[in-house]
Structures are given as C-alpha cells and as structure tokens.
Nanobody
C-alpha cells in the first residue's frame, strides 16, 4: 500500500506563490497533482515521470506551475507562481504505475488526503 501525504497549502493573495510537497512511502511510481474546486470535477494539474525526465501540465498552469521530484527523499513538489483566484481548490497528490507519467485520472492508483489552496483576489 502506497501512502501519500501532502503539505504546503494555505491562503495567499492573487499573484502570490506556494510550494506544495508530497511525501510518498515509495519512490518507484510516476506522480501527479490534481485539484478539485467546489462543485467541479477533479482535474489534472501536473504530472512527472518516475525518473523526472518528463513533465506534463494542464494548459491553464503552464508557465506558472512547476512539478519536480527528489527520489532520494521520496518527495514530489508543485511550485505555484502567479496564483489566481481560479486556482483555489483542494490539491491532491497521486501515484501511478504508468512510469512515463500520465494526465489520466483513472490511471492513478493511490491518492493523498488533499491540501487546501485558497487564492484571494
């Protein structure tokens, strides 16, 4: 059983930044970040391959968010810059056995409990 624990959420003003982290109990998985706003479906935000050589982003965060990983620490990060009110959501870390990474929600087998990100205008 893979366990994931997110941290780093909070309240920030528009234009601000946050860095989310996710510690996993194992490192041999590709990882992803998803988010879910109230009344909306969970959506893919960013993904990274097992070795960190491939990254994927939803168009709305390209140029603002960066996903990275440190396999020595079993940790994946999501650096979020120039935050907008529409980025407000619960952010979830997830792990997949698709080692090159994927943006498909149903390919992710393990999920963290989520961390709230709120961006005020």
């Amino acid at each position: 059983q893979v366990q994931l624990a997110e941290a780093g959420g909070g309240l920030v003003q528009a234009g601000g930044s946050l860095r989310l982290s996710c510690v996993a109990s194992v490192s041999s998985y590709a990882m992803g970040w998803f988010r879910q706003a109230p009344g909306k479906e969970r959506e893919f935000v960013a993904g990274i391959s097992w070795r960190g050589s491939r990254t994927y982003y939803v168009d709305s965060v390209k140029g603002r968010f960066t996903i990275s990983r440190d396999n020595a620490k079993n940790t994946v990060y999501l650096q979020m810059l120039s935050l907008k009110p529409e980025d407000t959501a619960v952010y979830y870390c997830a792990a997949t056995t698709v080692l090159i990474g994927t943006d498909l929600l149903d390919k992710y087998d393990y999920w963290g409990q989520g961390t709230q990100v709120t961006v005020s205008s």
